[in-house]
């Protein structure tokens, strides 16, 4: 059954975890149905936010080491590798060359490709992953896992030029788009160039602000009307393909 609004949200990007109260955020994804993917930033925190997600029809919590932390706590890979079979469900993993993350950049690459493989043996994976100021070096390193060709890569917030979009869409990528990004030149080139149904939505919360204060995980009406108004068509329809989108990630054997 859809919402109220003629569609369920679907939030394939947020850190539940990471919110004031994390109960809270589980009962309002919950509460509002939607298709919820929360990752996870260390190995560490995966149990609990598994747990937490076990309870609930429709959260689905991932098991990640995200790239901005692989510095101090990359010799967590050891467990990401121990706990992958428990899970379906990875993110966020990825690389980071930003300024400040830069200097773990080699070591960073070496526990993504570690975190592929993993994945690529296992298969049947969903993968949301973070690739700031490297998106060559995250597609490279997605096409030499060829994990590509038995699990589902979704690039979360992929910032990059037409070129490498072409290249993600040729590997048969996914994307989680969010209003800010879908405010940027780089996130309308996305929409203009990747297929409807190879789209999701996301808050990134509670990274993400609107207004000045972090937004809601689930609410994500503003980047559906967007994508719906860049491609012309109704809103509920648009909602309708992303939330159907999410369902096809969820069934097992993509």
């Not at 929360?38 to 747990?51: G, H, I, M, S």
């Not at 300024?99 to 960073?108: E, G, K, V």
Request: glycine share 6%; net charge neutral.
């Amino acid at each position: 059954m859809d919402d109220q609004r003629g569609y369920r949200p679907v939030d394939f990007h947020c850190h539940l975890d990471l919110l004031p109260d994390m109960r809270a955020a589980y009962e309002r994804c919950e509460k509002l149905r939607c298709t919820t993917l929360t990752v996870t930033t260390t190995p560490k925190a995966f149990k609990r936010n598994q747990e937490y997600a076990s309870k609930t029809q429709h959260v689905h919590a991932a098991l990640g080491l995200h790239p901005q932390l692989v510095a101090k706590r990359g010799e967590e890979i050891q467990l990401f590798e121990e706990l992958a079979h428990t899970t379906r469900f990875i993110g966020e993993i990825g690389l980071d060359a930003g300024r400040s993350h830069y200097p773990s950049f080699d070591l960073q690459k070496r526990v993504f490709e570690r975190a592929l493989d993993v994945c690529a043996r296992q298969g049947d994976k969903v993968i949301s992953v973070h690739s700031v100021r490297s998106a060559k070096h995250v597609l490279d390193a997605i096409e030499v896992s060829g994990v590509n060709s038995s699990c589902a890569v979704v690039l979360h917030w992929f910032s990059a030029g037409a070129a490498e979009i072409r290249r993600a869409i040729s590997l048969g990528c996914w994307f989680s788009v969010n209003e800010r990004m879908l405010s940027s030149s780089s996130g309308k080139e996305l929409l203009s160039l990747a297929p409807p149904n190879h789209l999701l939505t996301e808050t990134d919360a509670p990274f993400l602000e609107v207004g000045g204060r972090p937004i809601q995980p689930g609410d994500v009406n503003k980047a559906v009307t967007m994508i719906a108004a860049h491609h012309g068509t109704d809103e509920i329809v648009m909602g309708k393909i992303i939330s159907d989108n999410a369902e096809r990630l969820l069934s097992p054997s993509i």
